[in-house]
């Protein structure tokens, strides 16, 4: 008896696809009706729950036992800090008798008290939602490639040796359990900094209990960035309203109209970028810090998506968590695909049901005596209702075989059952 190819999840999911399209909630109900189930449509669409794909055993194997691991580390976190923390209090106070010493010391240790439940609050509450993006992810890329969409893999992994993916594959479940731990380890040392930072530069000074001039770092960049935004949405106004041509075209979402991209005033826009040219240069300092800041923080709350590269295009396959990723999707997609594993199960049971599982195994003999093989004569039998169904569909073919073999026509063509 041969092993079944398609489990019934593959079998449903199959059947899901080939089912009609649902009919428009809006020609179904109306009122409240209509409007729950129009929200919950959106979001089963935003998280990728709207086909019944089962994932991979190994992917949840996967993300439960990272999910496991952070738990623990959690535990371990908020069970060690108080210790460190009793014992930097014992420090503080039997080391010095310096009472402002002493008082800036209880200020240190309330703002590192504040800080770490904060962060620690806000980077369990991120790994959570983190792990189920991880999930859904996975999701979407999966029914992606199953449905033959390879356009959003680099093209230099989608070319990669097979032995390659292969190995990657086997890196992809410690590679993902590692990058969350340590990803959740320096959220919550970076949330930590930061709200240190922000205590002893904007909160403690308004309160008087530290000096004045922590707050300079606020005074010297605030009106900065205010000077940065105000002129950007200047340049914004002067562009819309001087530099555009007055001809509406349509948005690329097609809801609202815009003013084509031609120049009105060519002359006036070379002038003016010509003398905000300066400007522009002490402008950019504010811009080229404002891009390392965002690129830090995109690249730290990036670190676990391995389904995510982080390196710019061109230089994917030096990022060696989104090589393991792609290794095991690609493994996965060839050998865990619904819609083959149904199909190649279906031609089993279909061989089984008509007698031909086995037709390498016993001969036949035919008219004349010899021996012949019945997967010969099955693929005699293919080719004869083949060339008939071929004759019969090409009048011209048709002739020029009669022509050639006069002495048999179509009507007296004989199909060996």
């Known amino acids: 008896v041969c092993k079944p190819c398609a489990s019934p999840p593959q079998y449903s999911y199959v059947k899901w696809l080939l089912k009609r399209p649902e009919r428009d909630i809006k020609d179904t109900c109306t009122g409240l009706k209509r409007t729950f189930l129009v929200r919950s449509k959106g979001i089963k669409n935003k998280l990728g729950v709207k086909s019944p794909l089962h994932a991979s055993p190994r992917v949840i194997a996967t993300l439960v036992v990272a999910s496991i691991t952070l738990f623990q580390l959690g535990v371990e976190l908020i069970t060690v800090y108080p210790q460190i923390r009793q014992a930097m209090q014992l420090l503080s106070v039997n080391g010095t008798s310096d009472i402002p010493l002493i008082q800036h010391s209880k200020t240190l240790l309330t703002v590192l008290d504040a800080g770490f439940y904060v962060s620690f609050s806000l980077s369990s509450i991120f790994m959570v939602f983190y792990v189920l993006a991880i999930f859904i992810g996975y999701r979407k890329d999966l029914e992606k490639m199953q449905r033959g969409d390879y356009t959003f893999l680099p093209m230099k992994l989608r070319k990669s040796l097979n032995d390659n993916l292969v ?28 709200c240190i930072a922000i205590a002893y530069i904007v909160v403690l000074p308004l309160m008087g209990n530290v000096p004045f001039w922590f707050f300079n770092p606020v005074l010297i960049f605030l009106p900065l960035m205010l000077m940065n935004f105000g002129f950007m949405k200047l340049q914004i106004f002067l562009s819309r309203r001087f530099f555009l041509q007055d001809f509406s075209v349509m948005m690329p979402k097609g809801l609202r109209t815009q003013k084509a991209l031609a120049l009105d005033n060519i002359k006036v826009f070379n002038i003016l970028s010509f003398f905000m040219f300066f400007f522009h240069v002490i402008i950019g300092v504010v811009g080229c810090l404002n891009r390392i800041m965002i690129g830090l923080a995109i690249g730290l709350i990036s670190l676990a998506r391995l389904d995510r590269c982080m390196l710019p295009m061109g230089f994917e396959k030096y990022d060696k968590g989104y090589s393991t990723y792609l290794g095991m999707l690609m493994l996965e997609v060839h050998h865990r695909n619904p819609v083959a594993s149904v199909f190649c199960n ?26 012949e093989p019945i997967s010969q004569k099955y693929r005699r039998i293919c080719r004869k209702w083949a060339k008939l169904y071929t004759l019969i569909n090409n009048p011209s073919v048709r002739r020029s075989y009669v022509d050639r073999k006069s002495e048999c026509s179509i009507e007296h063509v004989e199909i060996a059952m």
């Open 167 to 194: 190995a990657a594959s086997l890196r992809y479940s410690g590679a993902q359990i590692v990058y969350l731990i340590w990803c959740y380890l320096l959220l919550l040392l970076i949330a930590w900094m930061a």
């Open 346 to 371: 279906e031609l089993l049971v279909s061989n089984r049901e008509k007698g031909c599982a086995n037709v390498l195994l016993a001969p036949a003999n035919n008219i004349q005596g010899n021996v």
